[in-house]
């Protein structure tokens, strides 16, 4: 697996758990803290993958390949 997946993967890890602690505590709804922590999360992490393959292609001046 490329280390720039493995890294979005636990970074999304990261996320969803501290996503839904705060939406649990400003909600009280395990439900809607749920439903928070998996949505917002998941759109950042596809974000974060483009963006470390820009940073990537910024550094190294090549055209983006398939991970």
Not at 2 to 21: E, N, Q, R, S, W
Not at 31 to 60: D, M, S, Y
């Amino acid at each position: 697996m490329p280390v720039d997946l493995l890294k979005t993967l636990t970074y999304l890890a990261l996320h969803l758990t501290i996503g839904f602690g705060v939406a649990y505590a400003l909600t009280g709804s395990v439900a809607l803290a749920g439903g928070i922590a998996i949505v917002e999360p998941c759109i950042n992490a596809v974000a974060f993958f483009f963006h470390e393959k820009a940073w990537q292609r910024a550094r190294t001046g090549r055209k983006l390949t398939a991970a």
